[in-house]
């Protein structure tokens, strides 16, 4: 029987970055961009013949109030995306990410969260 994986990049990438974090691993030193997941994926399914490798993510625009974000953040899912189909993976996009305006203590700064489809 083949097995097909189906894989919630927003949410897996979240959790491989905290899961890092709790780890003692400072933030800027995580980079999930070069991640050898069908190394990851093997072990974790030891057993299982994987027919196919999805990857799901969510679509990135560029925005005129957090230009430079913007940029990093195409530009960091343009290198995940070859990374991953150099593995085999099928790099799909669905769903979108915006930037949502937040203000704490009096400061003002932009978080960008995944949306469903436009």
Known sequence: MDTYLFIDGENFLYKVEDALRESGIPKRKIDTTHIKLA???SQA???YTIAKK???SAKLRFF???KEKSRVLINKQRILKQNLEKQGFEFLIAGNVR???VTANGKTTYVFKEK???
């Open 64 to 66: 005129e109030e957090t």
């Open 39 to 41: 190394g990851l994926i």
């Open 45 to 47: 399914l030891t057993g």
């Open 54 to 56: 999805t990857f799901y």
């Open 116 to 118: 469903g489809l436009m």
């Open 99 to 101: 930037p949502q305006q």
